[in-house]
């Protein structure tokens, strides 16, 4: 690859994936013995480019193929925009496996609503009723108490810390699971945070057959979800205080 080649590539990537201004040359890596790398100097910081083999087995080639319908209108500002929640995601996934490897041991597995919140609550002349089985499956009992107990806890103007220990109360008078005053005890809300943005990213970056408002419509909750996601993590020790 001569030196015009080589611009022209860095050029090509540093756009492809939002990168900034190309500043200096591409400078190959030395010691890659299966794929050749570059180092690339852009606006944004220094990155390590790797021009991939090609494989002609199959499963490459489905995931190959796979990446390749990807539409390719993709907003940069937007993957930097999730790529900013990356350190929230990876504190909020270590919370759930921490959880999820207390299953079979202090934590079980029960068949639960799993989306137990004022929504889904209906008010009759008698009582309360509880609706929308739609989601109900396996879950943890304690992950879900503590995911509705702050879903009712939720006002416009805040938490109402009161309520959440009301509900809480309630739920240990009626002989309810234990639930242990640790940040593991959110889990349910982590992994519902996670999940949901996750479905949202796959449709926002087109790997849902999805219309192009859903798309966009797409972007805007992925970045809602993430933003709860961090105010979850922020609020996290606060909310276990009311496990005590």
Same mark, same amino acid.
């Given at each position: 690859?001569?030196? +015009? ?15 900034? !201004? ?32 090609? =494989? ?5 080639? +489905? ?37 999820? +490897? ?24 008698? =009582? ?41 109360? !309630? @739920?240990? +008078?009626?002989?309810? @699971? ?19 943005? =996750?479905?949202?990213?796959?449709? !926002? ?8 408002? *859903?798309?966009?419509?797409?972007? *805007? ?10 105010? =979850?993590?922020?609020?996290?020790? *606060? ?6």
């Amino acid at each position: 690859m001569d030196s +015009a080649q080589a611009e022209c590539v860095a050029d090509a990537v540093a756009s492809a994936f939002g990168l900034g !201004a190309v500043l200096g040359e591409w400078e190959p890596v030395l010691g890659g013995r299966s794929h050749r790398s570059w180092r690339l100097t852009t606006v944004r910081g220094e990155w390590i480019v790797k021009r991939l083999n090609r =494989s002609r087995e199959p499963w490459w080639l +489905a995931w190959h193929g796979w990446l390749a319908e990807s539409p390719v209108e993709i907003e940069p500002g937007f993957v930097h925009a999730v790529g900013d929640y990356l350190p929230d995601i990876a504190r909020a996934t270590e919370i759930a496996a921490d959880a999820a +490897a207390q299953l079979g041991t202090t934590l079980d597995l029960v068949f639960t609503h799993r989306d137990v919140k004022p929504d889904n609550i209906l008010c009759t002349p008698t =009582s309360p009723l509880l609706v929308d089985f739609d989601g109900a499956g396996l879950d943890v009992a304690q992950w879900e108490i503590t995911r509705a107990a702050l879903a009712f806890a939720r006002t416009p103007s805040g938490w109402d810390h009161d309520h959440a220990r009301r509900i809480l109360r !309630a @739920y240990r +008078a009626a002989d309810g @699971y234990p639930v242990s005053a640790d940040p593991a005890a959110f889990a349910g809300l982590l992994r519902s945070r996670l999940g949901g943005a =996750s479905w949202m990213l796959f449709r !926002a970056l087109g790997h849902r057959p999805v219309t192009g408002p *859903e798309r966009a419509a797409a972007r *805007e909750h992925v970045l809602e979800l993430l933003a709860d996601l961090r105010g =979850s993590l922020r609020r996290i020790e *606060e909310w276990t205080t009311l496990l005590a």
